[in-house]
């Protein structure tokens, strides 16, 4: 059963209208950096807490931006290494300064290592109705090599939690390509996700990005990328999920019928949302920003009255068309190939090679394009 209607033509208008409908939180603490992830992340500091959590809600005042939220996003980080009490009193300030009437999908991140029936009840009663945790995998060395603080025996215990708290809609994520990683790892990994039955899994190719103690690896030549390997797993994942009922309906995302994440469709069909918190993107009408990348000059900033923008920048309307089809492109929904053909000029070659596909008057891609994804989206962007 279809929880609300989705895809890109459940998601048009608000380049037109006043209000933005999506927002995403930045909650920047994690209980530990994994070595692999580029995202903007500190170690819990207690001191900075509470600071920061007015700071968000400071954030919200001072952007002035009206919000009539459809869906919200708490990512990280890891936001559920807030405390309950911490949690309570962010939760409870947006909702004195927020418009929930139609709010349709919430999403929390969370690691396994942070969850408790307390937290699930309370971000429940408050109104997040889906919770996303990150897994990577059921392989005790693997978790090791990622540096995850959890164990597989905390993801069983923390997922029953979750269905007992009552969260109906989780998802779970998971890394393939990590070093060292084995097809039949890989398949237990499937085959252990599938046994819990979750409502959605996300499949992760891993990359050494800048910055992160996995590219220095990389680097020095003691971690090896073997990009036909990663073409098996991807393989394997498509393969795997789809005989188990599970539609792909993005190059790393699946879902059962009615559990696509509606906030991430917004982002890929070109929604204007807001982001709060240090390193959080905005795209609202055609201008586009990223606060800074430090909670301390974050925290400095709103007390000080002032936002604390950086890499703002005009979009215009030839770019912000190209992005939304070279995302809309990795979606099962495709887009119009009448726009398609005004840009690509290889579009018949590409149809005929089986790289994309027809779906009425859609173009996307398929299964055999998926491999390629990234080297199709160039010739976009």
């Given at each position: ?17 006043a209000a933005v409908r ?120 693997l978790l090791k090599t ?64 800048e910055d992160t103690a ?168």
């Open positions: 059963m279809r929880l609300y209607p989705i895809g890109p033509e459940s998601n048009q208008g608000s380049a037109t209208t999506h927002l995403y939180v930045h909650i920047p603490f994690c209980l530990q950096i994994c070595p692999y992830c580029s995202f903007y992340k500190e170690a819990s500091d207690r001191n900075k807490t509470q600071p920061f959590l007015d700071s968000l809600l400071g954030e919200l005042q001072l952007a002035g931006q009206e919000l009539r939220c459809e869906t919200i996003f708490f990512g990280g980080g890891t936001p559920t290494a807030l405390s309950l009490k911490q949690l309570d009193y962010l939760l409870t300030g947006l909702h004195r300064n927020l418009d929930f009437s139609a709010l349709r999908e919430w999403t929390f991140e969370m690691n396994p290592a942070t969850v408790s029936h307390d937290k699930a009840r309370l971000l429940l009663d408050h109104g997040v109705n889906r919770i996303s945790m990150g897994v990577q995998s059921f392989d005790p060395g990622l540096g995850r603080v959890h164990s597989v025996e905390q993801v069983l215990r923390s997922y029953d939690v979750l269905r007992k708290a009552g969260v109906r809609n989780v998802n779970l994520d998971f890394i393939f390509g990590v070093p060292g990683q084995t097809p039949d790892q890989w398949r237990d990994t499937l085959a252990e996700a599938l046994r819990l039955g979750p409502e959605h899994l996300s499949a992760y190719c891993l990359t050494y990005e996995y590219f220095e690896k990389l680097q020095a030549g003691e971690y090896f990328q073997d990009s036909d390997q990663d073409a098996r797993f991807y393989e394997v994942t498509m393969e795997t999920l789809e005989r188990a009922g599970y539609e792909q309906y993005e190059i790393s995302n699946f879902a059962r019928p009615g559990y696509e994440c509606a906030h991430n469709v917004a982002y890929w069909y070109g929604e204007d949302y807001l982001g709060l918190g240090p390193s959080a993107y905005s795209t609202v009408g055609s201008r586009r920003w990223q606060n800074v990348c430090d909670t301390e000059k974050y925290i400095a900033g709103i007390r000080s009255g002032h936002l604390p923008r950086i890499n703002e920048e005009r979009l215009d309307p030839a770019t912000k068309t190209a992005e939304r089809l070279a995302f809309g492109l990795r979606t099962r929904w495709g887009v119009p190939e009448r726009e398609l053909a005004g840009v690509i000029q290889e579009l018949p070659a590409m149809l005929a090679q089986g790289h994309l596909e027809r779906a009425g008057e859609r173009i996307r891609l398929t299964a055999r394009g998926r491999l390629v994804a990234d080297s199709i989206a160039e010739l976009l962007v």
